[in-house]
């Protein structure tokens, strides 16, 4: 069955980056979009950028752009996404999401990543 | 950027009663319109897509309807499993969700 499965939590100091990966199984990883969304603790959800994996193309929200890098690994069916420059408000829990087949929605999440930013 | 606006932010409810969620975005997103459960520490979970399709495996008590700027998920007779928080988002330009209303037991 279709999983995406994240990498585990992550412990950053402010001014960091951090590289959270989502790994694609049970579907062609290069026939789908994977977007990236976040939630601060206690607040809702907020979209971050996609990338095509199977040319790399990405598209990134305003407010990301400059500190937010979005890659992919086919030959290991994964995608990444880092973010520089880290603060206090960065911290969150990052979710990957595939694109359905049917729509420009995520039909299938990971579990998400927790990030703390912390001196 | 679309703002999505839900209403209510919270909804106090009995098991068994019914529930009407509220969505309006600031300009028509079209039919691309998706509800999302998510119970804390959990991904969304889809429920609806093309704002009243069931995603697969989601029961036939939730129900979604609108087009343009205004939409409702309704939930015909609520389970203790249904005690969650409900995102609605848009897809027609870019994403973006709605702040969410948190379904609790009265």
């Known amino acids: 069955q279709v999983q995406m499965v994240q990498s585990g939590a992550e412990v950053k100091k402010p001014g960091a980056s951090v590289r959270v990966s989502c790994k694609a199984s049970?579907?062609?990883?290069?026939?789908?979009?994977v977007h990236w969304v976040r939630q601060a603790p206690g607040q809702g959800l907020e979209w971050m950028g996609w990338?095509?994996?199977?040319?790399?193309?990405?598209n990134f929200a305003q407010k990301f752009q400059g500190r937010l890098t979005l890659t992919r690994d086919t030959s290991i069916d994964t995608a990444y996404m880092e973010l520089s420059r880290l603060t206090s408000d960065d911290t969150a829990l990052y979710f990957c999401?595939?694109?359905?087949?049917?729509?420009?929605?995520?039909?299938?999440w990971g579990q998400g990543a927790l990030v703390t930013v912390s001196s | 950027e679309i703002v999505m606006t839900q209403s209510p932010a919270t909804l106090s409810v009995s098991p068994g009663e019914r529930v009407t969620l509220s969505c309006r975005a600031s300009?028509?997103?079209?039919?691309?319109l998706a509800w999302y459960q998510q119970k804390p520490g959990q991904a969304p979970r889809l429920l609806i897509y093309g704002t009243s399709t069931r995603a697969t495996g989601i029961p036939a008590r939730f129900s979604g309807s609108g087009s343009g700027t205004d939409f409702t998920l309704t939930i015909s007779s609520l389970l203790s499993d249904d005690f969650a928080v409900y995102y609605c988002h848009q897809y027609d330009h870019w994403w973006t969700f709605g702040q969410g209303t948190k379904v609790e037991i009265k």
């Open positions: 990338i095509t994996p199977n040319s790399g193309a990405t």
């Open positions: 300009q028509s997103v079209s039919s691309n």
């Open positions: 049970g579907h062609t990883f290069t026939g789908y979009s």
């Open positions: 999401a595939r694109i359905s087949p049917t729509g420009w929605f995520g039909d299938y």
